[in-house]
């Protein structure tokens, strides 16, 4: 990865069998590439992650990763190309934390403080409001940016991971995570 860009992540998650793409972790692996080629280059990719709903439901468990990614669209408009991604791969929004066939969540674009303030674009909060309290966003991002720390709460992903809540199952997928 360039060193003078900024380190931007995406989140990746699934827990509904898509038409199209297949299983879950199909359907991110499938996400990973379209992504590719919408002007986004993955630098670094996290394994696959197997997490139970956040907030505990009994919905279908959750395929999750991370990927830190370059690229020249601007947050607001990379913000687009994830959310066209999804409606492309048969997300319905519906209730908030519903099973959904795709999710992706632009987490951070380098140290970008936007929406904490509760002025401006609601659709773009970055860093991502919430990602300090989900192991199924903080374990994989350990794998491909462990010395990253939150711009707003300007805590280390290290005391991150040990605040979460250890209610929260997050297993590695080790049967997925071969590279795609």
Request: some cysteine.
């Amino acid at each position: 990865m360039n060193d003078s860009r900024p380190l931007i992540l995406i989140g990746i998650g699934a827990n509904l069998n898509s038409p199209e793409f297949g299983s879950p972790r199909d359907t991110c692996n499938a996400a990973v590439r379209e992504l590719e080629t919408a002007g986004v280059a993955i630098v670094r990719r996290s394994s696959w992650f197997k997490s139970a709903p956040v907030p505990v439901s009994d919905q279908p468990w959750f395929i999750n990763g991370v990927v830190a990614i370059e690229t020249s669209l601007t947050p607001s408009k990379l913000l687009t190309v994830l959310q066209a991604t999804e409606d492309r791969f048969g997300r319905v929004r519906t209730a908030k934390n519903a099973a959904r066939t795709l999710d992706l969540d632009l987490l951070a674009y380098g140290e970008l403080v936007v929406g904490w303030d509760d002025e401006g674009d609601t659709d773009l909060v970055m860093p991502h409001p919430r990602m300090n309290e989900r192991a199924f966003v903080l374990l994989p991002l350990q794998e491909i940016a462990p010395n990253w720390r939150h711009p707003v709460l300007n805590v280390s992903l290290e005391k991150m991971i040990a605040g979460l809540d250890p209610g929260q199952q997050t297993l590695i997928d080790c049967a997925s995570n071969k590279k795609p």
